[in-house]
């Protein structure tokens, strides 16, 4: 995980603070599209950036829907998911019979997704779908992406940044 700024040259951007945006409505959409029957749905984020993620296209889905829309925060790590408890947050709700839609940045190996299923498996919820921002298609576990903003055949030695805070290097960079 990185934790130091990073400066991106302008020739690694995949996907500007724009382009990214586009791409949030048109989850957005079609998560609707494909959910518009329910009452309320749960947005799972895997922690930062897939939460950050959630967030978004929770706002957005607010705008576009009469769906009462709920943010879940996932805690895990990313390296070793079995060295330490996987927590979501909050934790004391009773998601039997509910829709979750698990939502990471980048879909690499498909590692922490699936890692993070078992929170739900285990809440006999109605439905778990998938959303991220960027699929690779280097996926290792079967893990398959309901919503993906940009599909992106990569390397396994090239790497995607994916920076959603307020600052000049808002996008998505392969470096």
């Known amino acids: 995980m990185f934790t130091e700024p990073v400066s991106f040259s302008p020739s690694s951007c995949i996907l500007t603070r724009q382009e990214i945006m586009q791409k949030i409505k048109r989850m ?70 509910k829709v979750v839609i698990l939502v990471d940045d980048v879909l690499n190996s498909g590692k922490t997704m699936a890692y993070s299923l078992p929170l739900f498996l285990n809440a006999e919820v109605k439905k778990i779908e998938t959303a991220t921002l960027i699929n ?4 290792l576990y079967p893990i398959t992406v ?15 940044r994916v920076v959603l805070t ?10």
């Open 136 to 139: 690779r298609h280097n996926t």
């Open 28 to 97: 957005a959409y079609e998560i609707y599209e494909k959910n518009f029957e329910e009452e309320v749905l749960y947005l799972a984020g895997i922690h930062e950036n897939g939460y950050q993620l959630a967030e978004l296209l929770a706002a957005e889905l607010r705008q576009i829907s009469s769906l009462t829309i709920n943010l879940l925060g996932i805690t895990l790590d990313k390296i070793r998911p079995l060295s330490q408890p996987i927590a979501l947050e909050p934790d004391n709700l009773n998601l039997e019979g």
């Open 146 to 160: 309901t919503y993906t903003g940009l599909s992106l055949a990569t390397t396994l030695l090239e790497h995607i």
């Open 166 to 175: 307020e600052d000049e290097s808002y996008g998505a960079y392969l470096i």
